[in-house]
């Protein structure tokens, strides 16, 4: 039993691949990241070196992976009891863990190998279940973005970042990938934008709603879930077996949106940051 780190995805994701696309609900946003720096190249996040792993129980299998893409913080998925220690022996004292995002019991176990660490967001994974448009719908009507959109896009994908506390740095690159596939959905009102939402790649026949941004002054009319929705309806016509998004459990408001629109709790995550 042991844990085997990489730099190199192609060498990551030949013997974590086939795990991460086994159980693709789970691991959507490890098949997302990877799949991108396969595509995109391995400093698309920033312009250090990317740490990919992946833990071999007793039987040789893998059964737990981290993916970290710095600066973001470290993404462990499927990470059984038994491998925790041995992770924090391994990387605990560099700043491969200094900031972590995982399941809420794997959170609590590094916790206290690792103490110090502090929770900054706690987030809920979601399944579409049953579509439900909301009815009555917003006045208005849902689009493709278009490249003539992109300076908008970029303003609002800085904004969904700014509302998340994501990072800025592939806004403009999400903007030109999703409009060129026709991932990214606009509702209008008054022949205006009012609403974004955006999907990413299928993999594993899964498809993520992200991306889902109404402006403040757009706010409280209905918006954003109509165009969450119509997102979801483009995946499952795509021919998504699962459609998933997050949220941040901070906010009752989207939670509550995305529940009445079908969606439905999958699990919870923490994403937690040890001070220096």
Do not use: C
């Not at 792993?53 to 970290?68: I, Q």
């Amino acid at each position: 039993m042991t844990w085997t780190f990489t730099h190199d995805t192609g060498t990551f994701l030949a013997a974590a691949g086939a795990s991460l696309a086994a159980r693709p609900v789970e691991h959507t946003v490890a098949l997302t990241v990877t799949e991108r720096l396969g595509r995109a190249g391995a400093h698309h996040y920033g312009e250090g070196d990317p740490v990919l792993g992946w833990w071999r129980g007793a039987d040789g299998a893998v059964a737990g992976t981290l993916v970290r893409t710095p600066p973001r913080p470290a993404l462990l998925n499927g990470v059984p009891a038994e491998a925790v220690v041995p992770l924090a022996e391994a990387l605990g004292a560099g700043p491969d863990l200094a900031a972590v995002n995982a399941d809420r019991d794997t959170a609590a176990l590094l916790a206290a190998v690792l103490p110090g660490y502090r929770t900054e967001q706690e987030q809920r994974l979601y399944r579409l279940g049953a579509l439900r448009p909301p009815s009555p719908a917003p006045e208005g009507r849902a689009r493709a973005a278009r490249r003539a959109d992109r300076a908008l896009l970029v303003e609002w994908m800085h904004g969904f970042a700014d509302t998340t506390g994501q990072s800025k740095t592939s806004a403009e690159w999400l903007v030109d990938e999703g409009t060129e596939r026709g991932a990214l959905t606009l509702w209008e009102s008054g022949g205006a934008p009012v609403a974004l939402a955006g999907r990413s790649r299928m993999l594993a026949g899964t498809v993520r709603v992200t991306s889902v941004y109404t402006p403040p002054e757009h706010r409280g009319r209905g918006y954003a879930a109509a165009v969450t929705a119509e997102a979801s309806r483009a995946a499952l016509a795509a021919g998504a077996a699962e459609v998933l998004l997050f949220t941040d459990l901070g906010n009752p408001t989207s939670n509550g949106v995305y529940r009445r629109i079908g969606y439905e709790p999958v699990a919870d995550r923490m994403q937690m940051r040890r001070d220096a």
